[in-house]
């Protein structure tokens, strides 16, 4: 792809990404009615509470129940920087994999990020 292509490609995704804010407006500002009214976890589906809290510490937990924790509104351009999906692969690779012998005498081996 030549910069021309990628120039056009980025604009056409542009526009539908706009198309689609505008499109979801209104199912948006239903959300963020209920959000007010009852909270981010009220306002959530079970499974969505059990995903948001599952990523939580203690402390976020409850500055979230007090309302103390104001949430994003997030205008058109909600995309995420170029290093996210690199960072993402990284944080997967293991920290270390112990693989022994037959023999408990024997030393383990490990494995580092990047070196497998």
Same mark, same amino acid.
């Given at each position: 792809?030549?910069?021309?292509q990628l120039s056009g490609q980025r604009d056409r995704l542009s526009d539908l990404a706009?198309?689609r804010y505008r499109d979801r407006a209104p199912k948006r500002d239903e959300k963020l ?62 920290? /270390? ?17 990047? /070196?497998?």
């Amino acid at each position: 792809m030549n910069i021309q292509q990628l120039s056009g490609q980025r604009d056409r995704l542009s526009d539908l990404a706009a198309r689609r804010y505008r499109d979801r407006a209104p199912k948006r500002d239903e959300k963020l009615r209920a959000v007010e009214e009852r909270g981010v976890l009220g306002a959530a589906d079970p499974a969505a509470v059990v995903r948001r809290t599952a990523h939580m510490t203690r402390s976020e937990g409850r500055a979230l129940l007090e309302r103390k924790v104001p949430e994003a509104l997030v205008g058109v351009d909600d995309s995420d920087s170029v290093s996210f999906l690199p960072r993402g692969e990284m944080a997967a690779r293991p920290v /270390c994999r112990p693989s022994t012998k037959a023999s408990r005498s024997a030393p383990a081996s490990w494995w580092l990020p990047g /070196c497998c």
